[in-house]
């Protein structure tokens, strides 16, 4: 490397500012060729090497603070579409919430989504295009694990646990076997959420399916509300359930959620029922504990439909009331607005 040198033949050395000026009065014209050369050449070094140590430093994080079997459960995804600046080095763990249509899957959702660390995005497979095949779900959970997914659930602070919400007849069952294999492979944490009182689930979901056609809200379908007043219209209407089948529902949504505990039991998971959620105190921060992030007090506006006891919810109640008296089932008989 050509060097320019002063008069007293030592070599210009520091920062870019205060490298050695040439004498442009030099007598010596190949003098002063060799010292713009170095200069140039000087400058173009010092510029490469800053940003090289830039780059270095933006993309080096230090190994998370977890327990070393947890490891496998936080990652440092980069999107395709954006960069996570100074997230970049923010380890995420990725989630699913598995449950079933009336179940309050939605305002638990919302509940997540209060807290600034955690982005949940909602029924992301209610569109058959992206479950049609195993090729298309593990495409869509790619995508969306990348932190490529972009919601109203983006948050302004640093995201510490990702996932969405997964009903289990949209496409979960299917291919139980190789997504159990992805969960693992992937370190995805499951949260399941069912309801414990399933008479009071299936209540919900034909007043929830008759108000789909009635649109008793202005001409508007709303599965769920944020005021007392729509809450009110929407539980002024008494489904009548039939009984001749009644025993058998019941059983049959029971077996469907065994089957999916069992079939999903090696991944990283815990179970969680609505019923805990309204009643212990400690049932989100339990949730928040599992997910990695700081404990908060998870807020929704979203309001409760029923909340009346079952005899004033049914149209046909002493039909049902006397079903299932003396089964196993009369346990979601109780009066009060949430069993344990």
Known sequence: MLVCCGRAGRPAIGRRSRLFRCNLQAENVFGLYVCYLSFNQIRLENEGGENSAE???EHVCTKPSVPSEELRYVHLPKPKGYNRGECSCTPVRFFVIVSMQRSGSGWFETLLNSHPNI???GEIFNRIDRRENLSSIVQTLDKLYNLDWLT??????????????????????????DIVSYFNQKGVSLIFLFRRNTLRRLISVLANNYDRDAKQLNGTHKSHVHS???AEILAKFKPELDVSTLILDIRDIEKYIRD????????????LYYEDIISNRNALFRVQEFLGVPARKLVSKQV??????????VKNWEDVNSKLNGTEYARFLDGADYVK
């Not at 983006?154 to 299917?174: I, P, R, S, V, Y």
């Not at 999916?260 to 179970?271: E, K, P, Q, S």
């Open 152 to 177: 109203s659930a983006a948050k302004n602070e640093c995201t510490a646990a990702f996932g969405l919400k997964w009903m289990l007849n949209q496409g979960f069952m299917d291919h139980h076997d």
């Open 55 to 57: 780059e270095h430093t």
């Open 304 to 313: 409760k439909i029923h909340t009346r006891p079952l005899p004033d919810l």
């Open 260 to 271: 999916c505990l069992d079939r999903f039991n090696t991944t990283r998971h815990m179970i």
């Open 119 to 121: 982005s949940s995005n």
């Open 228 to 230: 007392e007043e729509e």
